[in-house]
């Protein structure tokens, strides 16, 4: 990421930019942009909620799938966190699910030197082949990634580490690619994402 050093950031700082329905709508102002993917109903937006220590400020849909544009917001006029729509719903139209597929694509061709991604990922689950495609984008466009493995309080404590090793497995993650056991409930992982965040480029 080609960007100057992104410490103290003021979370509180927080603002809705715009929603992008088009590769022409796209910021494209140099600021880092922190993005997140996931499938439809994987809580994303209560991660990103749980990170600004807000409640409701990306908003948290009752039906799966209504995220269909890319969603930024502004963070202390430094970087942004960037929504990106939800994959996988089965309910969507194959003509939904193109566009989706569309403007994925022209997203990561465009932003591969100026962002770092978090792939979300339900713990209680093994990896679709929307995540698994979703991860491979990240790995074939060089944009750094880590998974965060989310409602990690959905599970005993012993039944993690192998959740997290199949998860490892299925999406063929390297050393390089970090993973987070994160609880948008209890707080688990926010730390950790946040120093991600925080930390200058290029830092491992």
């Not at 994925?104 to 792939?119: I, K, Q, W």
């Amino acid at each position: 990421m080609n960007t100057q050093k992104n410490t103290h950031i003021n979370l509180h700082r927080a603002e809705f930019v715009k929603s992008a329905a088009s590769q022409e709508q796209f910021i494209r102002d140099g600021l880092p942009q922190f993005v997140f993917a996931g499938r439809s109903n994987v809580g994303k937006s209560s991660v990103i909620n749980s990170l600004l220590g807000r409640r409701n400020f990306a908003r948290v849909g009752d039906t799966p799938g209504k995220t269909v544009h890319v969603n930024y917001f502004l963070i202390d006029n430094k970087i942004y966190f960037v929504d990106l729509p939800g994959y996988g719903y089965a309910r969507a139209a194959r003509s939904e699910k193109r566009r989706w597929a569309v403007l994925m694509e022209s997203f990561f061709t465009d932003f591969a030197d100026n962002a770092r991604g978090f792939l979300i990922v339900d713990v209680r689950h093994a990896p679709t082949q929307d995540d698994k495609t979703m991860a491979s984008w990240f790995q074939q466009t060089c944009v750094p990634f880590s998974v965060i493995i989310n409602k990690a309080d959905k599970l005993k404590e012993r039944e993690l580490p192998a959740r997290v090793e199949e998860i490892r497995r299925e999406l063929v993650l390297d050393e390089r690619d970090k993973t987070t056991l994160f609880s948008a409930k209890t707080g688990r992982g926010k730390d950790e994402v946040l120093q991600m965040i925080n930390a200058p480029p290029h830092a491992p």
